[in-house]
């Protein structure tokens, strides 16, 4: 796949990921309504830590692939199945999301496809939306869950926060990737084939005081720490103005009256 991953895949960005499925797994398994038994498919399974997720949720019967491209991930997801018990629970394959690595007698046969936070990193979103539909079965299930990086609300909005996050989102864009996916999943769905049915948010934000804050506050500062040099690269800000944004994030994150909004787009469709 012609793409780049912005975050990168070193320890500190795995144990990000981590903490994130901590997260929003559960919400995004309450959307998903799993009826048990089914047959699924999870592109760009990361971690593997969803994908474990739903094939506990799917019961017996369930059969669950997830595919992942990236060795580093992959090998860190099939370890932390293994440490949990669950290494027979999935079938975790490298592989392209935009060429999936499925045998002749799979394709057709899901009952969900599922994909998240991989939209965003592609050069070719629709191919892969059209790879996804291509793999269930008539009738089955296309979800989608990616960002739409518009609609994040910090307050008191931090000092230089808002051209911080701008920077980075523009950064998107010169990978060729596209940081405002989210708003498209529908519009995806329909030009792969499929046929939508549902949009709608998963709330992912919190404020002081809550339990849930200081990760997803830390979440925050952990994805624009981490894409630094690639802003910088692109001359968006200078390293001043970048690392002065970055402490003005860290004081709001201390501040009694902190809050975050942001929420994750979904989308499903049905095959035709």
Known sequence: MNTKYIHGTTGEEQRRLSVLNDLINEASLRELALRGGECILDVGSGLGQFTRAMARVAGPGARVVGVERDPKQLTEAIQLAERAGEGALVDLRAGDALALPLREDEWGGFDVAHARFVLEHVTDPLGVVRGMVRAVRPGGRIVLEDDDHDVIRLW?????????????????????????????????????????????????????????????????????????????????????????????????????????????????????
């Not at 940081?179 to 030009?191: F, M, N």
């Not at 690639?230 to 970055?246: C, H, I, R």
């Open 156 to 272: 008191p909005d931090p000092p230089g926060f808002q051209q911080l996050w701008q920077a980075y989102s523009r950064t998107y864009d010169r990978l060729g990737n596209d940081a405002y996916v989210g708003r498209r999943l529908v519009a995806l769905l329909h030009e792969a084939g499929a046929v939508p049915k549902r949009n709608t948010w998963i709330f992912f934000g919190s404020c002081q005081g809550n339990p849930t804050f200081d990760a997803l506050a830390a979440n925050i500062i952990h994805i624009l720490a981490g894409a630094r040099d690639t802003v910088l690269a692109q001359a968006f800000l200078n390293s001043d103005y970048f690392d002065a944004g970055m402490a003005s994030l860290e004081f709001w994150r201390r501040r009694p009256d902190a809050a975050l909004w942001y929420s994750i787009c979904w989308a499903e469709g049905i095959a035709p």
